[in-house]
């Protein structure tokens, strides 16, 4: 879990003291710029709740449960005499992923161009997918894949983030104690689901006992994966992919070395269809060990020049979809 963003109805605006007294639990935020007469939003942090920053990962809903109990009491100690409602806005579901020591966030650009294919398959075409880079590196930090055009106006969003990225940003001053802290966080890819929330208003003290996490997880984590990792889009893909290599390596056959493939490659190509279509040539066990060896060398080179995966960009894509899978039910 990740925050949640509530509205909650007071008898009168809330005021910049009692705002300030909020606030000195450095897990509220309040909306100053969306204060209404007798309404405020607050942004709940469940990581700054446990630990110092976002960094800290929840995994136990009862951390949860807790943090929302506790942004009660701080509400009704302020206003002890109001009768208070609750509205929830949106929530952000957060899914981390360890990457091997040998990859970096920026290597895993193919995937974001494959995903953002399949995306707008199951979506449509009113989807909008944004990438964020460092134009200095050259380098993705940033990918959102959102249900509107304008991405600010979604519904459903899915984001991708260098997490050691972003936190040398925010952190730079601590991020060598931030990384002595948690050492993983280097290879960390954070995957957040946020989705706004349409319910009826509830009493302030049943938000203290209400499951999130129990409620929201699943359907947050299938969101993922039926219009992101869904396997039959996926092996559709493969199977464009092949169509394509079964016309460019029949022309190479028998004189192909790897070469001048970069002139036909995608971003979103995978290394799988294209030793597929190389099998499916029936070729003599030396002529094709021969021609996979080319194929792996020319793919190593074009990795290496532009910083991206080939080869190993579909075992890399499962194993993403596995966690997601992993998470689906961890919460219940």
């Not at 007294?21 to 969306?34: D, P, T």
């Not at 040998?102 to 995903?115: G, M």
């Not at 169509?243 to 390596?249: C, G, H, L, N, Y």
Request: charged share 35%; hydrophobic share 35%.
């Amino acid at each position: 879990m990740d925050t949640v963003s509530v509205t909650v109805k007071f008898n009168k605006m809330l005021e910049l003291n009692e705002i300030e007294k909020i606030e000195s639990f450095k897990f509220i935020k309040v909306s100053r710029g969306k204060r209404e007469i007798d309404k405020s939003i607050f942004k709940i942090s469940y990581p700054k709740f446990i630990g110092e920053n976002n960094a800290t990962l929840i995994t136990d809903k009862e951390d949860v449960l807790r943090c929302n109990k506790r942004f009660v009491e701080i509400l009704k100690e302020i206003r002890p005499n109001d009768v208070m409602t609750l509205n929830i806005n949106r929530i952000d579901i957060p899914v981390t992923y360890i990457m091997p020591e040998d990859k970096s966030f920026a290597q895993y650009k193919s995937i974001f161009y494959l995903l953002a294919k399949i995306y707008e398959k199951r979506v449509g075409k009113v989807c909008g997918t944004k990438g964020i880079i460092d134009l200095k590196e050259n380098s993705f930090q940033t990918v959102v894949y959102a249900d509107a055009k304008n991405i600010n106006d979604y519904n459903s969003k899915v984001v991708f983030y260098d997490q050691y990225a972003r936190y040398k940003d925010t952190y730079a001053g601590e991020i060598e104690e931030l990384v002595k802290k948690h050492p993983d966080l280097n290879r960390r890819m954070r995957i957040e689901v946020s989705k706004k929330i349409n319910r009826k208003p509830m009493e302030l003290e049943r938000f203290s006992n209400f499951d999130l996490l129990g409620e929201y997880n699943e359907e947050f984590m299938r969101y993922i994966l039926d219009n992101l990792f869904d396997l039959s889009a996926i092996w559709n893909e493969l199977e464009e992919q092949k169509d394509k290599w079964r016309v460019w390596f029949n022309t190479k056959v028998p004189n192909f070395i790897g070469k001048m493939l970069w002139e036909v490659i995608k971003e979103e190509d995978m290394y799988e269809p294209m030793r597929s279509v190389i099998t499916e040539l029936k070729l003599e066990k030396k002529n094709f060990e021969a021609r996979i060896t080319s194929l792996r060398k020319e793919l190593n080179r074009i990795e290496t020049k532009d910083n991206r995966m080939v080869i190993d960009l579909y075992d890399e894509l499962l194993k993403i979809r596995a966690n997601v899978t992993l998470m689906l039910k961890y919460y219940k």
